[in-house]
């Protein structure tokens, strides 16, 4: 879910203004009556909170795990698909090439 959505700020909003955001809407969506929406909430303020985390928000996107770009790789590599064998073919034309360079 998008964080600036969510707290609903403007992608160009303040450390100041994603707080009171935060802490408006926590008044509201207390862990007693609304706990999802209350855990979504900080999760939100945690990705945005400040300069450094909106950075790292934009660069990693929504689903990030890591923090580091090799956390984020190795995550992609494994969700992917398997990849098979290579066939002859492949591997025969693949050799061509490197033996050209």
């Known amino acids: 879910m998008n964080p600036y959505m969510l707290l609903r700020v403007a ?5 100041a203004d994603i707080r009171r ?3 408006g809407a ?5 862990p007693e009556t609304h ?3 209350f855990n979504a909430l900080r999760e939100a303020y945690e990705r945005i909170r400040d300069e450094s985390s909106r950075c790292r928000d934009e660069l990693f ?4 795990h890591g923090d580091s770009p090799v956390e984020v790789a190795v995550r992609h590599w494994r ?3 398997r990849p098979g064998p290579m066939t002859f073919e492949s591997m025969k034309e693949y050799l061509t090439l490197c033996a050209k360079k």
Do not use: M, N
Not at 11 to 15: L, N
Not at 26 to 30: G, H, L, S
Not at 61 to 64: K, P, V
């Open 79 to 81: 969700l992917g698909p």
């Open 61 to 64: 996107g929504q689903d990030r």
């Open 35 to 37: 706990p999802v929406l």
């Open 11 to 15: 992608r160009d909003a303040g450390d």
């Open 21 to 23: 955001a935060y802490l």
């Open 26 to 30: 926590i008044r509201e969506a207390t």
